[in-house]
């Protein structure tokens, strides 16, 4: 006997139905749960951001903190005013002087280095590793960013002013200086 796949719906049919509804409205609501079940993250993140929009709350991880190592401090200083102008952070530390071990081709290095903090919005990380990468002096920057989970609702109402939504972000990197 060959099993297709419409015997098997069919098995599934009888199995499950015995005259109580049609097959039909079967399909029908298994076609409802399985578009529930794809669609249920995207459905939670809007209603996450609509609570958020009527009661006035924090949506976490909307706002991101990148770090960075940079080699001199005019590097950073550099990086950073390119970063601000194109008003793709809302502010810039620049923290002189850190002491970095990593390992380099087979060896253990020590570095002294300027850390970087970028505060962002989460939407832009990708497109700020883009930018940032066109013109780090380093084969392969360390970028890494954390999401922000909660903090001063008034400090993110001034980063969303100072870092506004940018529409063409998906695969445009802005260019670089």
Same mark, same amino acid.
């Given at each position: 006997?060959?099993?297709?796949? &419409?015997?098997?719906?069919?098995?599934? *049919?009888?199995?499950?139905?015995?005259?109580?509804? #049609?097959? #039909?409205?079967?399909?029908? =609501?298994?076609?409802?749960?399985?578009?529930? =079940?794809?669609?249920?993250?995207?459905?939670?993140?809007?209603?996450?951001?609509?609570?958020?929009?009527? /009661?006035? /709350?924090?949506?976490?991880?909307?706002? +991101?903190?990148?770090?960075?190592?940079?080699?001199?401090? !005019?590097?950073?200083?550099?990086?950073?005013?390119? =970063?601000?102008?194109?008003?793709?952070?809302?502010?810039?530390?620049?923290?002189?002087?850190? #002491?970095?071990?990593?390992?380099?081709?087979? &060896?253990?290095?020590?570095? +002294? &280095? =300027?850390?970087?903090?970028?505060?962002?919005?989460? /939407?832009?990380?990708?497109?700020?590793? &883009?930018?940032?990468?066109?013109?780090?002096? *380093?084969?392969?920057?360390?970028?890494? @960013?954390?999401?922000?989970?909660?903090?001063?609702?008034? *400090?993110?109402?001034?980063?969303?002013?100072?870092?506004?939504? !940018?529409?063409?972000?998906?695969?445009?990197?802005?260019? @670089?200086?």
């Amino acid at each position: 006997m060959t099993v297709t796949q &419409e015997n098997k719906m069919d098995w599934l *049919y009888q199995r499950c139905n015995k005259d109580t509804m #049609s097959k #039909s409205r079967f399909l029908l =609501i298994c076609g409802t749960m399985m578009l529930t =079940i794809t669609l249920y993250p995207m459905l939670r993140m809007l209603g996450v951001q609509l609570h958020a929009a009527l /009661s006035g /709350s924090y949506v976490a991880g909307h706002h +991101s903190i990148l770090l960075m190592n940079c080699p001199t401090e !005019q590097v950073a200083k550099d990086i950073g005013r390119h =970063i601000m102008e194109k008003r793709m952070a809302a502010c810039v530390n620049i923290l002189p002087h850190t #002491s970095t071990m990593y390992y380099w081709k087979g &060896e253990i290095r020590d570095a +002294s &280095e =300027i850390l970087l903090l970028v505060r962002t919005r989460t /939407s832009l990380i990708q497109r700020l590793t &883009e930018f940032i990468t066109a013109m780090h002096p *380093y084969e392969i920057p360390e970028i890494i @960013s954390f999401p922000i989970e909660d903090g001063s609702l008034s *400090y993110f109402k001034w980063m969303d002013v100072a870092v506004p939504e !940018q529409t063409n972000s998906h695969h445009q990197p802005l260019a @670089s200086p």
